[in-house]
């Protein structure tokens, strides 16, 4: 393989969605069959042992892409040269709770490894934060990440984003991949706010599907911002097949550019929509060059701003809840 093995961390690597990641990782389905890849695996010492167990059936897959894998309980070390880190070690919610429950016990995860991966981490890294609440444990990392830029610390809402694209594609009864122009705004929680006001199928508006307005207010928003609460009671464990799936969508198209007019991705908002500066919120975006670009110039109904605005609101009320417990 001509290229340079890339170095991957995977936090949490012995949990429910390290075991759906590593496995796709490993077989190409992030970089793709040419690129070489090092896995460098991160967990609490409780779990070594079973992170133990899964590099054992890494090395049995035999897999032609996967270059080493390496096992940590020092976050300084595992970062230590990373390309790409997928922070997915914390806490699932449980049923009942919401996900912004979990930042006194996730939160305290997130600025000790913004410092490891600040300390040794490859120049180019890019940091997708996956462990609940995703936005804000993003922004804690960012925070304690010195010169690593800010554009570099994204969280997940690719889930949200095929959520969506599934729940449309049987109202229209359509495959998913007619679809395009889906977008996720805000917040990782129940107050996201999926947006269908500019989708199209097969390159069409969804004029009749947007004027009924009953299935888009109280059936499309409601499914998809619940969806993770839905899988929970169903499954008695949070999702992490479709949630591993997400996260091999979002670092792939960082990486290699996206391939449909645009997908959603939480970033740094530099204030686009009125979206405060300073917070980790989803927007439409594309990928280029290894950059997020946010969709600019879209005109926003007063539906859609006041569904904007309340997510962007939980999400400044959760930065200023970190504040006060001194996490950034
Ligand atoms: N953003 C999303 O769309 C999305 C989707 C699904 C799940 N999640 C979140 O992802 C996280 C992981 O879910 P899961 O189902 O894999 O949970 P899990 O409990 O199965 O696994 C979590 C793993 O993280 C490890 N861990 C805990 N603290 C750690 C630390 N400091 N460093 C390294 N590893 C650590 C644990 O030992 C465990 O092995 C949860 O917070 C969950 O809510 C987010
Ligand atoms: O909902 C959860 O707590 C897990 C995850 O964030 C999801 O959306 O499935």
Known sequence: MANAPVNITVTGAAGNIGYALLFRIASGALLGPDQRVNLRLLEIPQAVKAAEGTAMELFDSAFSTLGSVDIFDDPKQAFEGANIAFLVGSM?????????????????????????????????????????????????????????????????????H???????????????????????WGNHSSTQYPDLTHATIKGEPITDILADREWVENDFIPTVAKRGAAIIE??????????????????????????????????????????????????????????????QGLEIDDFSRAKIDASAAELVDEKNAVAGMGLI
Request: with cysteine; glycine share 10%.
């Open 234 to 295: 169903a499954r008695g464990a949070s999702s992490a097949a479709s949630a591993a799936s997400a996260a091999i969508d979002h670092v792939r198209d960082w990486c290699l550019g996206t391939t449909s007019a645009w997908t959603s991705a939480a970033v740094m908002s530099d204030g686009s929509y009125g979206v405060p500066e300073g917070v980790i919120s989803s927007f439409p975006c594309t990928a280029e060059n290894g950059e997020w670009k946010i969709v």
């Open 162 to 184: 095929n959520r969506a694209l599934a729940q449309l594609a049987a109202k229209a009864g359509c495959h998913v991949s007619d679809i395009d122009k889906v977008a996720i």
């Open 92 to 160: 699932p919610r449980r049923a009942g709770m919401e996900r912004s429950d979990l930042l006194s016990a996730n939160g305290g995860i997130f600025g000790p490894q913004g410092e490891a991966l600040a300390a040794g981490a490859a120049d180019d890294i890019k940091v997708l934060v996956v462990g609940n609440p995703a936005n804000t444990n993003a922004l804690i990392a960012a925070s304690h990440a010195g010169d690593i830029p800010a554009s570099r610390f994204t969280a997940m809402t690719r889930l949200d």
